[in-house]
């Protein structure tokens, strides 16, 4: 790893001060990501800020019924929360099906947001990556791709966002909030993360020098109806090939809302307004899932190892649309897809 | 940059930090450490404390390996830095035993055959004890599911599942 220097913020606006004054400078909270860029040498700061003392770490319920979610509320915290588990149980699904109990004790909910693409490429600093090094070209296009997009690519990079967390806050309508030089703002959840288009470097739409100080979720939880379905190379502790985050809301028999995201197939969690607009008014069954999910794939386009994915989503979406319209969400635990 | 260049931006030299005051209370006992900000809590575990119970796997928190108890909660010492845990309690496998009598899981590991080589032993069993004290895991797939951070390369998987269900009923949920 290389020599860094330390410091740790007293509060907020001494974090934003800090981070300001230092151009090559990051934040660090649980540091799971960024410690093992590091290591790899991918990520090379001239000095972290330790923001993990900020009072940044609680859930609050707020005004309009919904949850507002501190920055550093470590994953399995929030997985675990008796709000989450009885008003957002998608949201602990999805935390649970990510990463290892260990890491989810470290990670923090913004730092879960800004973790970067595990794509082997942005991580072997002797191979080009427009993300990792922008201009060098894009190694996994003709590359070994098999964990790559399906969805939203350009040229420049088929990186996938690495997070289960970030699909379900989707799904959910979350919203950020950030902090910065400029003040505060909040961001939609599905215009945080971006496309690569020509800059793939750019992950998210932070502005320099802006922290993730919570995220917001509406009072709409989809408790009744939801599933978090991830298909991957192993039963647990692996990245998605596909997830599919899905939500109903029934009204007799008909689905009067859905929510559908999907990961592992795109440069961000992947929502399509008119994939759930087909699903609006209609009955719950395969045919109309089915019909969702290919309004949802219409543009999506394999590359040489993961052409697969393509026919792996479509059914993913199917089952998680049928288990959701059951309320038989996917466990966790027992791997069984039923 | 031209297109299919390699080359990395290489930032300006900077001086090397000094060291760093760090008080942990590791197994129960304070010990100030001198560190600089790059070291990890594995590397103070085993370098500056010769706390060797801890293993150094991957080093990239993939393996488990590394999982010691941090103010109770396990976590991958590889990944953390140990100036960021100033004045924590860290519990290693070398702090689990009570005056010479194993710990529950230690004892269990052994009447299971819970292991071969061992090295990824003294990872599991912390994991263990934090998974129980988070009292998540009631059924063998959940144990399985809640330590999948830990990897067994023997495959010694269904007699540590077995090993930590005896520990869990002889603790009663508690660690």
């Given at each position: 790893m290389i020599n860094f220097q330390y410091a740790r913020a007293n509060?907020?606006?001494?974090?934003?001060?800090?981070?300001?004054?230092?151009?090559?400078?990051?934040?660090?909270?649980?540091?799971?990501?960024?410690?093992?860029?590091?290591?790899?040498?991918?990520?090379?700061?001239?000095?972290?800020?330790?923001?993990?003392?900020?009072?940044?770490?609680?859930?609050?319920?707020?005004?309009?019924?919904?949850?507002?979610?501190?920055?550093?509320?470590?994953?399995?915290?929030?997985?675990?929360?008796?709000?989450?588990?009885?008003?957002?149980?998608?949201?602990?699904?999805?935390?649970?099906?990510?990463?290892?109990?260990?890491?989810?004790?470290?990670?923090s909910t913004g730092g879960n947001l800004l973790q970067r693409t595990r794509c082997?490429?942005?991580?072997?600093?002797?191979?080009?990556?427009?993300?990792?090094?922008?201009g060098s070209g894009c190694s996994a296009i003709n590359g070994l791709n098999r964990m790559h997009a399906i969805l939203g690519t350009s040229e420049a990079c088929i990186a996938t966002h690495p997070s289960d967390m970030c699909v379900a806050l989707a799904a959910l309508d979350a919203r950020v909030h950030v902090a910065g030089p400029a003040g505060e703002r909040a961001i939609a959840f599905t215009d945080f993360h971006r496309l690569p288009g020509h800059t793939p470097q750019l992950d998210t739409n932070l502005h320099p020098n802006e922290i993730v100080t919570a995220v917001e979720l509406p009072a709409r939880g989809f408790a009744a109806n939801y599933s978090y379905l991830k298909i991957r190379d192993r039963l647990s502790y692996a990245f998605a090939l596909v997830s599919v985050a899905a939500a109903?809301?029934?009204?007799?028999?008909?689905?009067?809302?859905?929510?559908?995201?999907?990961?592992?197939?795109?440069?961000?969690?992947?929502r399509d307004p008119a994939a759930e607009a087909a699903l609006k008014g209609q009955a719950p069954n395969e045919g109309n899932?089915?019909?969702?999910?290919?309004?949802?794939?219409?543009?999506?386009?394999?590359?040489?190892?993961?052409?697969?994915?393509?026919?792996l989503a479509r059914r993913a979406i199917v089952r998680t649309l049928t288990q959701a319209a059951r309320g038989t969400p996917q466990s966790q635990s027992n791997k069984k897809i039923v | 940059m031209a297109q299919g260049s390699v080359a990395r931006k290489v930032p300006d030299t900077i001086a090397p930090p000094g060291k760093l005051t760090v008080t942990l209370t590791v197994n129960g006992v304070e010990r100030k450490l001198s560190v600089a900000p790059w070291t990890t809590l594995l590397d103070a575990l085993r370098d500056h404390l010769d706390l060797t119970g801890t293993?150094?796997?991957?080093?990239?928190?993939?393996?488990?390996?590394?999982?010691?108890?941090?103010?109770?909660?396990?976590?991958?010492?590889?990944?953390?830095?140990?100036?960021?845990?100033?004045?924590?309690?860290?519990?290693?496998?070398?702090?689990?035993?009570?005056?010479?009598?194993?710990?529950?899981?230690?004892?269990?590991?052994?009447?299971?055959?819970?292991?071969?080589?061992?090295?990824?032993?003294?990872?599991?069993i912390c994991s263990a004890a934090g998974l129980i004290a988070e009292g998540k895991a009631r059924s063998a797939d959940e144990i399985r599911?809640?330590?999948?951070?830990?990897?067994?390369?023997?495959?010694?998987?269904?007699?540590?599942?077995?090993?930590?269900?005896?520990?869990?009923?002889?603790?009663?949920?508690?660690?």
């Open positions: 509060d907020l606006a001494d974090a934003v001060r800090r981070i300001a004054a230092d151009p090559s400078a990051k934040f660090i909270a649980g540091g799971t990501n960024l410690v093992d860029l590091m290591k790899m040498d991918v990520e090379r700061p001239s000095r972290l800020i330790d923001i993990t003392r900020l009072p940044l770490k609680t859930v609050e319920e707020t005004a309009d019924g919904g949850l507002r979610i501190g920055a550093l509320v470590p994953n399995s915290d929030l997985a675990y929360h008796p709000l989450v588990e009885q008003r957002y149980p998608l949201l602990g699904s999805a935390i649970l099906a990510g990463a290892s109990q260990q890491l989810r004790n470290m990670a082997s490429y942005f991580y072997d600093t002797a191979t080009p990556c427009n993300k990792r090094d922008p109903l809301e029934l009204e007799g028999d008909r689905i009067k809302e859905a929510r559908l995201a999907l990961g592992g197939v795109a440069h961000k969690p992947w899932f089915k019909r969702a999910a290919d309004v949802l794939l219409r543009d999506a386009k394999g590359f040489e190892h993961n052409a697969f994915k393509v026919d | 293993k150094k796997g991957c080093d990239h928190g993939q393996c488990g390996a590394c999982t010691v108890l941090v103010d109770g909660r396990r976590v991958n010492s590889c990944l953390t830095l140990a100036v960021m845990k100033d004045g924590a309690q860290v519990t290693t496998i070398e702090g689990l035993a009570n005056d010479g009598a194993l710990h529950p899981l230690q004892q269990a590991f052994i009447e299971h055959d819970a292991f071969q080589c061992g090295y990824c032993t003294p990872g599991q599911e809640l330590m999948s951070g830990n990897i067994c390369r023997c495959g010694a998987y269904p007699n540590i599942v077995a090993a930590i269900q005896q520990a869990m009923g002889q603790m009663g949920g508690k660690s």
